[in-house]
């Protein structure tokens, strides 16, 4: 269990981290600090998209699943036929699954534009999973 309360402390500090990047973007008028705030979000979402379907990954193994799928897209999909993930909440981290691959090819400006402005979204519906696995562990319902 200690494994699992490690990786949900970094995911929240990552949360955190997004937070912080979203909230200084809004607030910048300067143009090259404004694409500097952009970087950062786009790099933040690319992390916390991947250490999200990976923390949901091991909460499912936690879970003694048997089979479980090895890829993102594949575990989200578990998630959902688990009931873990409902389906609009799986339809929107396939999107987020899908806009953290096309951050890795940041020089198209309309795809990293919209990296930037679902990052908010994103976020919300981070927290919420986020939320779903501590509560598990916190009424011991699982473990």
Known sequence: MERIEYKLENLNKM???????ITRLKKE????????FQDSVAARFK???ESTWKNIKIHLEKQELIELPTSPKA?????????????QE??????YL?????????????QYILV??????ALLLIQKIIARIESSYNNSTIY
């Open 15 to 21: 949360v955190l981290s997004l937070k912080k990047a």
């Open 29 to 36: 008028t300067d143009s090259e600090d404004i694409e500097y």
């Open 47 to 49: 992390i916390l998209v």
């Open 75 to 87: 575990v989200i999909n578990f998630a959902k036929e688990v009931s873990f993930l409902s389906q």
């Open 90 to 95: 799986h339809d929107q981290f396939v999107k």
């Open 98 to 110: 899908l806009l953290r691959n096309l951050a890795s090819h940041l020089y198209d400006q309309p």
């Open 116 to 121: 930037i402005d679902v990052a908010p979204d």
